[in-house]
Every structure is written in structure tokens, then in C-alpha cells.
């Protein structure tokens, strides 16, 4: 492995495998980390997945077994969970701590029939970060510059916002992340950016602010252009909206704050 690899985290949510597939003939990847429901996603394109991460909840249990060993603690089920904690109306519990939440994982080992050899990492069902965030920082710990999500936009709005929210911590770490499907591929700009026509992923560039303002903001080579221009939160979404490339290298400057860019096409 080198010191600084790419990796492709493959989550449970929805995902085009005939998409999946025709990029993954273009990319390649030094790790491939398996989140939770992913690991069936990786099976089906044909994936080794170097680590597989989560709670465990969604995956198929005999798919569970090839990749774990029989050692691994059981997943708990709804009832297991309640054990033990307050019968009261949901409305009348009260944490006083996140340390609730906080459980250590499990990590171990297992060595498949072709000899290569998979680490799992299981959490508590009940835990403060998503599985995705956990299999997030676990890219971060092995010392990953790109990481690249596959299935992390598709299906529940909720998990799709978190997905986003959790990018935060890679541009912190100058790692860049971004979050691609069939349409669209979404990543985080802090300072600047550029485009080539020949590599964006459709014709369409929008930029939304990710921090509260953005300011500064210069467009170069669009065809809508800005200069100087400051972007809040819930302020002219349109103004950024559907912009698209009228040279083959587009340019963005920002002078302070962090934009979500999201490079789309039309379904077609």
C-alpha cells in the first residue's frame, strides 16, 4: 500500500451497479472499504473489499459470514437494545451525555479461501457517528488523500445530508472526498478550483455555500461570471445554480469560507 492511497468506500444506500461498473472500468483504487449494506453492492461488482465497517444491521448475514469470522459478536436486535433502558414515552427521556452513545469497536481479521486477508470493524448499533462517517475516518487513520463514496447519495434525504456533512472532516485533513453517482459528483472547494471540460462529470457546475458566508467568490471561463461576489446560506440559490463551462479550463477563486460544487448531467 502506498502512503498516501485512494480509496473507494462503497455504502448501503442506493446504487446503479451498471453506473458502478462503467466507472469502475475508468478508476482504480488502492483500498476499497465496505460500509454495512455496501458489502453487497462490492460483491456484486466483484469487489475485495480491504476492510469492512459498520454495525452490522443491513448486510445479508450469509454474505456477514464470508468476511467475518464466526467469532464476531451477534448483532443486536431491537429488543436487545431496549433492554435495560427507560419504558417512558420517547418525549420524556432526556441523555444528558453523548458518552451514551460511545461504544468501542470491534476489530479483527479474517482470511478468505484466495488468501488475502479482510479487516472488519463492528460498532454498537447505537453510536453517535454513521456508518459511513466510521468507515470515513477509518480512510483518514490509514493515511487515504482521495477518498471516493459510491452509494452515498441515493435513497433517504437524511443519510444523503450526512453524507455531505461528513466531508468537512477530509477537507480538514486536505484529503479530498467526493460523493459520486450516475449524475452527479459532489466534493467541497476551500480557496480555489479548476475544471476541464473533458473531466467534469456533465454539463452542469453549481456552487452552494457549505459555511454560513461565503465571500469573494470569482468565476473565469463560465458562462455566467462573478467577481468579488458574496454567497449566504438561503440567499440567491440561484445565482450559482446550473452555471456551465464556456472555455475547456474554468477557474474559481474564493477568498474565505467553503463551497458543496456539484457537477451534474441530466438523466438520460
Known amino acids: 500500500m502506498r502512503e498516501h492511497p485512494s480509496c473507494l468506500v462503497v455504502t448501503g444506500g442506493e446504487l446503479e451497479l451498471a453506473f458502478a461498473r462503467s466507472f469502475l472500468e475508468r478508476e482504480t483504487f488502492d483500498l476499497v ?28 448475514e450469509e454474505l456477514l459470514k464470508k468476511y467475518c469470522p464466526a467469532k464476531i459478536p451477534a448483532r443486536l436486535s431491537e429488543e436487545e437494545t431496549m433492554e435495560g433502558q427507560s419504558k417512558e414515552p420517547l418525549e420524556e427521556q432526556v441523555y444528558e451525555s453523548v458518552d451514551l452513545f460511545e461504544q468501542e469497536e470491534t476489530v479483527g481479521t479474517v482470511e478468505l479461501e484466495d488468501g488475502r486477508v479482510v479487516f472488519w470493524e463492528q460498532h454498537h448499533p447505537e453510536k453517535n457517528e454513521t456508518d459511513t462517517e466510521l468507515a470515513r475516518s477509518r480512510a483518514l487513520e490509514l493515511g487515504c488523500s482521495r477518498i471516493v463514496f459510491l452509494g452515498a447519495t441515493g435513497g433517504r434525504l437524511d443519510h444523503m445530508i450526512a453524507n455531505i456533512q461528513m466531508l468537512s472532516a477530509c477537507l480538514e485533513q486536505n484529503v479530498h472526498a467526493e460523493l459520486v453517482d450516475a449524475q452527479n459528483r459532489l466534493y467541497l472547494i476551500q480557496y480555489q478550483a479548476e475544471f476541464e471540460r473533458e473531466k467534469v462529470w456533465g454539463k452542469y457546475i453549481s456552487f452552494f455555500p457549505y459555511t454560513d458566508c461565503v465571500t469573494g467568490i470569482h468565476l473565469a471561463g463560465f458562462k455566467y461570471l462573478l467577481h468579488g461576489w458574496d454567497l449566504k446560506k438561503g440567499v440567491e440559490s440561484g445565482l450559482c445554480l446550473s452555471n456551465e463551462l464556456a472555455q475547456d479550463v474554468a477557474k474559481i477563486w474564493i477568498d474565505k469560507g467553503v463551497l458543496v460544487c456539484v457537477e451534474s448531467k441530466d438523466r438520460g
Open 33 to 60: 472499504i465496505a460500509v454495512d449494506g455496501g458489502l453487497g453492492y462490492a460483491d456484486a461488482l466483484g469487489l475485495k473489499p480491504d476492510w469492512v465497517v459498520g454495525d452490522f444491521d443491513t448486510v445479508d
